[in-house]
């Protein structure tokens, strides 16, 4: 089954205390691309890859690291979490230009 | 920067009733794609528009995009309970890049 598969669905942590979120495509798409939800704001994009070893910031992408050293995975990295960052996380992959196919999101919480 | 702007925030209908939500690009856009988000889930791909003024059906759901495309519409017809959701529009730039709007919460008396 064709899927962007997210880990973990739900997260706390502490500030300050590395953490990592997964997230792994199974359709050879190019394009990998990471979101954050908040109330009122819609989606907005933190980074995105157009293919392996290539990464852009987004609209938001401070605190934040990704890396992309395989086609199919495209690790979200805060090295310091802190309580702004508490929110809806989507990782989402295309071929390029094509339609976003979206993970389950994973939920942050940052104490 | 670049901005897509989505109205209403929230719209709360009879069931029955119809229901549009409007986009608003500040710059032309290459294409503009909808997505729909049930309570709890994850956007899902409804459909691209990519020439001038384009009008696409899915059933009750009624697409267009405008003549200068910069803006584009959604519009459900006789809506249903299972139309509740939040939908998103999504404009592509002349760079590729894909900028949502902040989209429409839908919600449906039954």
């Known amino acids: 089954e064709a899927q962007v598969t997210q880990n973990p669905r739900y997260l706390i942590t502490v500030t300050g205390k590395k953490l990592t979120v997964t997230c792994s495509q199974n359709?050879?798409?190019?394009?990998m691309s990471w979101y954050r939800q908040d109330p009122g704001l819609g989606l907005r994009q933190i980074y995105y890859?157009?293919?392996?070893?290539?990464?852009d910031k987004g609209d938001v992408p401070e605190g934040y690291k990704v890396s992309r050293k395989e086609k199919r995975n495209f690790p979200l990295i805060l090295e310091s979490p802190s309580p702004n960052q508490t929110s809806l996380y989507f990782c989402?992959?295309?071929?390029?230009?094509?339609?976003?196919?979206f993970g389950s999101g994973t939920q942050l919480s940052v104490l | 920067g670049q901005q897509v702007m989505q109205i209403p925030q929230y719209q709360h209908v009879q069931e029955g009733e119809d229901f549009t939500t409007y986009c608003n690009s500040s710059?032309?856009?290459?294409?503009i794609q909808w997505y729909k988000q049930r309570p709890g889930g994850h956007p899902v791909f409804l459909i691209q528009?990519?020439?001038?003024?384009e009008v696409k059906k899915q059933k009750r759901l009624t697409f267009q995009f405008g003549e200068a495309k910069k803006n584009s519409s959604l519009h459900i017809t006789a809506t249903q309970t299972t139309d509740v959701g939040t939908y998103f529009c999504?404009?592509?730039?002349?760079?590729?890049?894909?900028?949502f709007g902040s989209g429409t919460r839908l919600l449906v008396r039954p």
């Open positions: 890859s157009m293919n392996v070893e290539v990464t």
């Open positions: 989402a992959s295309s071929l390029s230009g094509g339609k976003l196919f």
């Open positions: 528009l990519v020439k001038s003024g």
């Open positions: 999504a404009g592509m730039d002349s760079s590729y890049k894909l900028i």
């Open positions: 710059t032309t856009l290459s294409n």
């Open positions: 359709m050879n798409h190019e394009y």
